[in-house]
């Protein structure tokens, strides 16, 4: 299995913080985001090698970071080669460039690099191999309805399967959303290149989502514990204020 980690905003809703510096970079509880997320990783025995995919304005930043991080999971950055809002790849997009760079032919965890949660990832990937062939995702149940807006809403089926997955609902009827950790099994990694043919939106996973789970089976894992979306400066100063606390 790999595990990427997607790195190639430029979060521009956080400027001046992220000007000079990829978000995935800030420090968080005394390390950088990347580091804590690497620590959830590296818990996982399947998984061989961790990928890094960040943009050309920013990879320079991972390759400095890189050889002051010592870690015994190998680890490549990969460059998308975009340099600016107007010609990135968007996250899907990203998944795709990696996928044709390293010639992927194994189980694919991905999760986004701006991504914090605590616990629960070897429980969604024993969850995700039990429901192979079919893709995973990862959920948290928010506290009302209002939060929702933000995000992708979920709804599932008494197996945990998707019956429904809409971006940033103007109505939201369920506390379910998406957490940006997705588990794509081998055997269905083609179906990404499939997605981009149609003309789909490459920007946000979510997209993606929206059209694999009508297409095929596509399943949601609830993780429990505190999560963090690093959208804006505000999250960012709670993350950094409480993640890691009990």
């Known amino acids: 299995?790999?595990?990427?980690?997607?790195?190639?905003?430029?979060?521009?809703?956080?400027?001046?913080?992220?000007?000079?510096?990829?978000?995935?970079?800030?420090?968080?509880?005394?390390?950088?985001?990347?580091?804590?997320?690497?620590?959830?990783?590296?818990?996982?025995?399947?998984?061989?090698?961790?990928?890094?995919?960040?943009?050309?304005?920013?990879?320079?930043?991972?390759?400095?970071?890189?050889?002051?991080?010592?870690?015994?999971?190998p680890i490549k950055i990969l460059n998308d080669q975009s340099l600016s809002e107007q010609d990135r790849l968007g996250a899907v997009g990203d998944i795709d460039f990696v996928l044709k760079q390293e010639k992927v032919s194994q189980d694919l965890l991905v999760i986004a690099g701006d991504n914090l949660f605590q616990g629960g990832l070897r429980e969604f990937i024993d969850?995700?191999?039990?429901?192979?062939?079919?893709?995973?995702?990862g959920l948290h149940k928010l506290n009302n309805l209002k939060q929702v807006k933000k995000y992708s809403q979920v709804r599932l089926d008494a197996e945990q399967r998707i019956i429904e997955f809409e971006e940033k609902p103007q109505r939201p009827s369920s506390t379910l959303v998406a957490k940006c950790i997705y588990f794509f099994p081998a055997e269905k990694l083609?179906?990404?290149?499939?997605?981009?043919?149609?003309?789909?939106?490459?920007?946000?996973?979510?997209?993606?989502?929206?059209?694999?789970?009508?297409?095929?089976?596509?399943?949601?894992?609830?993780?429990?514990?505190?999560?963090?979306?690093?959208?804006d400066a505000q999250t960012y100063q709670k993350a950094s204020d409480e993640f890691g606390l009990e």
């Open 190 to 231: 083609h179906l990404i290149a499939e997605y981009i043919k149609t003309g789909g939106s490459t920007d946000q996973p979510g997209h993606y989502i929206s059209w694999l789970y009508r297409q095929d089976k596509v399943f949601g894992f609830i993780f429990s514990g505190r999560w963090y979306d690093i959208g």
């Open 127 to 137: 969850f995700a191999r039990n429901k192979a062939p079919a893709s995973s995702i």
């Open 1 to 73: 299995m790999l595990a990427l980690i997607l790195a190639a905003g430029y979060a521009t809703r956080m400027y001046p913080l992220t000007l000079n510096k990829p978000k995935p970079l800030l420090s968080i509880a005394g390390k950088p985001a990347i580091e804590h997320i690497i620590e959830r990783i590296r818990a996982i025995k399947e998984v061989a090698r961790i990928l890094v995919i960040t943009n050309a304005k920013f990879f320079q930043h991972f390759q400095d970071w890189k050889k002051t991080f010592s870690e015994e999971l």
